[in-house]
């Protein structure tokens, strides 16, 4: 019979990191008796601000409603140009990338 090359795939190891694993679950989750007196870090009064460019990158839209609107209108009137050479030069290109 062969030997394993480490003792990592050995069973009692396996045990032992579950058991571990387990328990650090367990202390993480018991709260300590230093912090028992403490804000629950959900309570904390930290407040987040936003810089000024931040704001103004947060409260533009990623795109023109107008535009998104007049090809809607376009597409429903059977008036949107459709180029299969430019569509075609695309798929190359994509494909060209994977």
């Given at each position: 019979?062969?030997?394993?090359?480490?003792?990592?795939?050995?069973?009692?190891?396996?045990?032992?990191?579950?058991?571990?694993?387990?328990?650090?679950?367990?202390?993480?989750?018991?709260?300590?008796?230093?912090?028992?007196?403490?804000?629950?870090?959900?309570m904390?009064?930290?407040?987040v601000?936003?810089?000024?460019?931040?704001?103004?990158?947060?409260?533009?839209?990623?795109?023109?409603?107008?535009?998104?609107?007049?090809?809607?209108?376009?597409?429903?009137?059977?008036?949107?140009?459709?180029?299969?050479?430019?569509?075609a030069?695309?798929?190359?290109?994509?494909?060209?990338?994977?």
């Open positions: 019979m062969a030997s394993p090359i480490s003792s990592f795939l050995r069973p009692t190891h396996l045990e032992d990191l579950r058991r571990k694993s387990a328990e650090d679950v367990q202390a993480k989750s018991a709260p300590s008796k230093e912090a028992a007196g403490a804000k629950p870090a959900a904390t009064d930290d407040v601000e936003l810089s000024a460019a931040a704001q103004k990158v947060t409260d533009e839209t990623g795109f023109d409603q107008a535009r998104v609107d007049a090809i809607k209108k376009a597409i429903a009137e059977n008036g949107y140009p459709i180029d299969p050479r430019r569509i030069e695309s798929f190359v290109a994509l494909e060209k990338m994977i």
